[in-house]
């Protein structure tokens, strides 16, 4: 291409930008040597423009040589079309005008050069880093954690606008050939414009778009990555955002923590079952505390149905308005947690908390059985590893309250059965999401042949 069509481009690439601020456009000479750069520098690393072309270029005995040099440089790239031009500016790119050859150069900032700590999913004995923003990292971690030959990455684009990059991480060997085929029709069918967190993926690409459950695991560690990709399984790792998509997922799946891989079997095990049981605190005692108050007393013992009776003589409303409002504080508490600053947040929820509950039982608004119901539910709410379920039991509590405030006992146990037939119902990319328990011998992929999938 002549030289004086790449110059005209070049002054299309800076119309496009002209409104940009940080827009630098920069000639620099040396004796017969003469270079045009053009670039954003919100987005890109000036010591590394100075350090590996602006220097290079006075060091270099001809034009010959540094454009060489350039070509030779790691991630460098000639012109293709304005279109990826824009894209390449855009992504932190450097356009470096040399003769007749326009090259485009990635020197972007490097704003997550460390992984950061875990601050959701924690543990005490495993690994404490967690995947980065930075989706180049992020690779780096999976791949330090998972040293296998037959892993592949594929990179693919959402979101019409932001171009946000989503890498496809699977071992080939073990992968679903169906659930992969099903993985990219489902993200290259997506048309949004901004996509910028796993989160809004998983709402994009789920087939139904109205659902209670998560039927993808969304996780901030790497070594869960590792662990679910030597399961078969895909993980996606989005540009910008330090959570990654691992699909097909079940049921189990949110139930397990990764710490339960670095603990003896009785102890992992006993964990997972006081998950459990704290599942079913969280979905069924405040459906069953209503129906035993003002339906069915007759479930507990003569004993125990006078004490909840007595505690309750002094309020003036059914059960039911009573464990909305409790449950509602505490639904405003938890999210009250999570908006204020980090100093205060805990202390200024835990004081309100038992201000608020010990006034409202002293005043009669609600009994003391229903503080400790609340209080129980609160907790085992938490105990539930990964924070998307979490959030689904908390709404689904309430369906099964609003049937028990109708039809009592008998109201929990026909919704509970409901909910079951719901989760069996699922898929997860054709996996069955009820599956309850993964990981055993006979569950695990089989090695095959490695084969490319189109």
């Known amino acids: 291409m002549r030289k004086s069509d790449l110059e005209q481009r070049m002054e299309l690439l800076?119309?496009?930008?002209?409104?940009?601020?940080?827009?630098i456009d920069q000639k620099v000479n040396q004796d017969e040597k003469e270079i045009r750069l053009l670039y954003l520098d919100s987005l890109c690393d000036e010591i590394k423009i100075k350090k590996d072309i602006i220097d290079q270029l006075y060091d270099s005995k001809g034009m010959a040589e540094f454009e060489m040099y350039i070509s030779m440089l790691p991630g460098s790239m000639t012109?293709?079309?304005?279109?990826?031009?824009?894209?390449?500016v855009l992504t932190g790119h450097v356009a470096i005008l040399c003769f007749d050859i326009l090259y485009f150069l990635d020197v972007k900032i490097d704003m997550a050069a460390q992984p950061q700590p875990t601050t959701i999913e924690n543990t005490i004995l495993g690994p404490k880093t967690a995947l980065?923003?930075?989706?180049?990292?992020?690779?780096?971690?999976?791949?330090?954690?998972?040293?296998?030959?037959?892993?592949?990455?594929?990179n693919q684009t959402a979101g019409t606008i932001s171009k946000t990059a989503i890498y496809l991480v699977y071992d080939e060997e073990l992968v679903d050939p169906e659930v992969l085929k099903q993985v990219k029709e489902k993200i290259a069918g997506i048309n949004e414009e901004v996509v910028q967190s796993a989160g809004q993926l998983e709402?994009?690409?789920?087939?139904?778009?109205?659902?209670?459950?998560?039927?993808?695991?969304?996780?901030?560690?790497?070594?869960?990555?590792?662990?679910?990709?030597?399961?078969?399984?895909?993980?996606?790792?989005?540009?910008?955002?330090?959570?990654?998509?691992?699909?097909?997922?079940?049921?189990?799946?949110?139930?397990?923590?990764?710490?339960?891989?670095?603990?003896?079997?009785?102890?992992?095990?006993?964990?997972?079952?006081?998950?459990?049981?704290?599942?079913?605190?969280?979905?069924?005692?405040?459906?069953?505390?209503?129906?035993?108050?003002?339906?069915?007393?007759?479930?507990?013992?003569?004993?125990?149905?006078?004490?909840i009776a007595g505690s309750r003589a002094a309020v003036p409303y059914p059960s039911f308005i009573e464990v909305l409002f409790m449950l509602g504080m505490m639904e405003l508490l938890t999210e009250a947690s999570l908006r204020l600053p980090k100093v205060i947040g805990s202390t200024a929820t835990t004081v309100g908390g038992l201000i608020l509950g010990q006034a409202a039982q002293q005043a009669g608004l609600v009994s003391s059985i229903m503080i400790i119901v609340v209080a129980a539910v609160a907790i085992s709410n938490f105990v539930i590893p990964i924070n998307t379920m979490g959030l689904s039991i908390r709404v689904a509590k309430y369906l099964l309250l609003l049937f028990s405030s109708i039809f009592g006992i008998i109201g929990v146990v026909g919704a509970f059965v409901a909910?079951?037939?719901?989760?069996?119902?699922?898929r997860s990319f054709g996996k069955p999401y009820f599956k309850l328990f993964i990981g055993e011998p006979g569950d695990r992929p089989v090695r095959h042949k490695a084969r490319t999938i189109s």
């Open 132 to 154: 980065s923003e930075d989706v180049k990292i992020s690779l780096a971690q999976v791949r330090k954690r998972y040293l296998s030959a037959s892993l592949k990455i594929e």
């Open 419 to 426: 909910l079951v037939i719901h989760l069996c119902s699922l």
């Open 79 to 88: 012109f293709q079309s304005f279109e990826k031009a824009v894209q390449f």
């Open 203 to 307: 709402q994009l690409i789920n087939s139904k778009k109205k659902m209670l459950f998560p039927t993808m695991l969304m996780t901030e560690r790497p070594d869960r990555v590792a662990f679910n990709l030597a399961e078969g399984k895909i993980a996606m790792l989005i540009d910008g955002t330090g959570f990654a998509l691992v699909v097909p997922s079940v049921f189990y799946d949110f139930f397990s923590a990764v710490e339960d891989l670095y603990l003896p079997f009785w102890v992992s095990n006993f964990l997972v079952v006081i998950r459990y049981f704290g599942l079913a605190i969280a979905l069924l005692v405040p459906a069953i505390y209503v129906s035993v108050a003002s339906y069915n007393p007759e479930v507990f013992r003569v004993q125990l149905s006078l004490s």
């Open 14 to 23: 800076k119309h496009r930008f002209a409104a940009s601020p940080d827009l």
